[in-house]
């Protein structure tokens, strides 16, 4: 496994068999408009077993340089997506976040009100039901829409036939002990997904 990093050494990119593209901006800790963000570490971990099981593309932030990667458009961890979509044929951007405990879904969604998925619908709701039918509670653009500012939203706007999706997972499904055998049913939820894309 050749794992690459950029020359400020805040991220890494390892490369796969696939068309798509995991990344996790908040494994680590940020800073956004001056105020100090806590690390999603379950964001990093889901993403990082993902592009193991699944062989796909994988970025992921692994310092924090007083930035935010998914708040400031201009930064070193963008210009390598652009950099990776452009050189590896990515196709599929699936972008992973830590949704507070306190929040009263298991899994937000964010599309930009459907401007990030429009070139394949299908692809999104094959993923919505997959989670309702194993009872996750999903919501779609609330809290979070993954606006046109975010990884999301900048990259659909920068590459038209790009694919994006903002995944924000309750960290009370990833960081607890009690939920495991939740999270390992997520897992697979989401590794025939990401199977269902290579295939579609």
């Known amino acids: 496994m050749l794992i690459h ?8 990119y390892i490369l796969g068999k696939s068309s798509i593209l995991l990344s ?4 680590v800790s940020q800073v956004r408009l001056g105020k100090y963000k806590y690390k999603e570490i379950g964001s990093l971990n889901t993403a990082l077993l993902l592009k ?10 692994t310092r924090n340089n007083n930035d935010d990667a998914n708040f400031d458009l201009n930064c070193s961890y963008r210009e390598t997506i652009k950099k990776l979509v452009k050189q590896y044929n990515i196709k599929y951007l699936i972008d992973f ?4 405990a306190y929040r009263p879904i298991d899994i937000n969604l964010g599309i930009n009100l459907g401007k990030n998925i429009e070139n394949n619908i299908k692809i999104f ?6 989670l309702k039918k194993n009872n996750f509670t999903v919501s779609i653009d609330q809290p979070f829409m993954a606006g046109k500012t975010t990884i999301s ?3 659909k706007a920068e590459f038209d036939n790009l694919w994006t999706i903002q995944i924000e997972i309750n ?4 960081n607890r002990p ?5 999270y390992a049913l997520l897992i697979d939820v989401l590794l025939d997904w990401l199977k269902y894309i290579e295939k579609n």
């Open 5 to 12: 990093k950029n020359a400020k050494n805040d991220h890494v």
């Open 24 to 27: 996790a901006p908040h494994g």
């Open 52 to 61: 193991k099981l699944a062989d796909c593309n994988l970025i992921a932030k």
């Open 97 to 100: 976040h830590g949704l507070a």
């Open 125 to 130: 709701d094959v993923l919505c039901n997959e």
């Open 153 to 155: 939203g900048s990259m």
């Open 171 to 174: 960290c009370a499904i990833t």
């Open 178 to 182: 009690e939920n495991k055998e939740k």
